[in-house]
């Protein structure tokens, strides 16, 4: 083999002292998973339109990406959490709850103004439905009276 050809995969030591292309192994790779969480979680509106129209109903289709969010940030959280542990990755670690628990912080915000917005329009559907039928004429003038 000459010098300017590349290793054969099977020739390079899995434990070598340099670690950019060592295996994973569970106990570093939580910060991993909790990126990949925080990715999911920027991505829940696009996952969720790759679900079929059958799963899911058009009344919760509206709410299903502010609960993934809240799903794969929490997740991410505690995988991140989780990779304190290791002292090799506590940096990414870190990286990985900062990201995630912003990830919570704007998906609860998001959710609270949802549900603040479906609650008033619920309101101002009732309020014109109940004003409807206070002003119609049999209301004001009373369905017994003759004229």
């Known amino acids: 083999m000459s010098r300017g050809e590349p290793k054969p995969a099977a020739s390079v030591p899995v434990n070598s002292s340099e670690d950019e292309y060592a295996v994973l192994d569970l106990r570093t790779s939580w910060p991993v998973l909790s990126l990949i969480c925080f990715v999911g979680a920027l991505g829940a509106r696009f996952l969720v339109g790759l679900l079929p129209t059958q799963v899911v109903g058009w009344l919760w289709r509206g709410m299903l990406p502010t609960f993934g969010v809240l799903g794969l940030s929490s ?72 004229v």
């Open 75 to 146: 997740l991410g959280l505690l995988f991140g959490l989780l990779g304190l542990r290791k002292g090799k990755s506590r940096e990414l670690a870190w990286i990985g709850i900062a990201l995630n628990a912003l990830g919570l912080l704007l998906g609860a915000l998001a959710t609270i103004a949802i549900v603040v917005a479906v609650a008033g329009a619920m309101t101002i559907r009732s309020a014109r439905r109940d004003s409807a039928t206070c002003s119609s004429p049999e209301s004001v003038t009373g369905s017994n009276m003759s």
